[in-house]
């Protein structure tokens, strides 16, 4: 049984929301706080399969539980929060958030968010060495990119780039969180190098590249499945 932390300073909202996920045939583990929510899941990471987060609670709030999270694990993140306002939304992706939900929302919808998020979770996970979106096939073990049969020359850079989307579609990168990652927290360049080589990756990927590899302006980059 898949188990899920739902973090929320309200009873009500965590009991109506785990409520329907335990219906739904997930174990929660409830908590009241960013504090309880980040020990908890501390304690259980192998066992937790996704994460929802409001985002004002006391303590830690729910951005700051996600950027923690992200620290350590990909595990699914969906943040819920009161207001519709771009900022928080923003805010939310550019700490790691796969999804949000504005309240007052419906549990139903959630639900089938999360079983979303959880398809394409355990989906990524069950082959690590091959993944295919539409036409393009990426076999880490062969180190090669294949797109409508075609092999598709990159860099290590771009190979890499490609690799950290593909191993999260949906999720939104920021340029710092790539940066960190495919060139090193010691690196002391400019930050807009990643753009250029997100840049050159959609070229090379063509028609592929400008229908799944998106700009999220402000935030950084992802690839859509759709």
């Known amino acids: 049984m898949e188990k899920i932390i739902v973090a929320d300073d ?28 980040y020990s908890l899941f501390c304690e259980n990471k192998s066992d937790i399969s996704l994460l929802i987060l409001d985002i004002m609670m006391p303590g830690l709030n729910g951005w700051e539980v996600c950027r923690k999270i992200r620290e350590i694990s990909d595990v699914p993140v969906i943040m819920l929060t009161a207001r519709s306002e771009e900022f928080d939304i923003l805010t939310g992706y550019e700490n790691g958030a796969d999804d949000y939900v504005t309240k007052p929302f419906s549990p139903g919808v959630l639900v089938k968010r999360v079983e979303a998020l959880l398809r394409r979770a355990n989906a990524g996970g069950a082959s690590q060495n091959e993944k295919e979106i539409s036409e393009l096939v990426f076999n880490d073990e062969a180190h090669e990119v294949r797109l409508e049969g075609k092999e ?9 780039i490609l690799k950290k989307f593909l191993e999260s579609p ?57």
């Open 152 to 160: 598709v020359e990159l860099t290590l850079k771009e190979y890499k």
């Open 170 to 226: 949906g999720r939104v990168f920021s340029r710092e969180q790539l940066l960190d990652s495919i060139w090193g927290f010691d690196f002391s360049g400019d930050i807009r190098t990643v753009d250029s080589h997100v840049a050159r990756l959609r070229t090379k990927l063509g028609e592929w590249g400008n229908k799944h590899l998106k700009t999220v302006y402000g935030i950084g980059y992802k690839i859509e499945e759709n």
């Open 10 to 37: 309200e009873q009500k909202i965590r009991k109506l929301v785990g409520g329907f996920l335990e219906k739904s045939g997930y174990e929660v583990l409830e908590a009241e706080d960013g504090d309880e929510a």
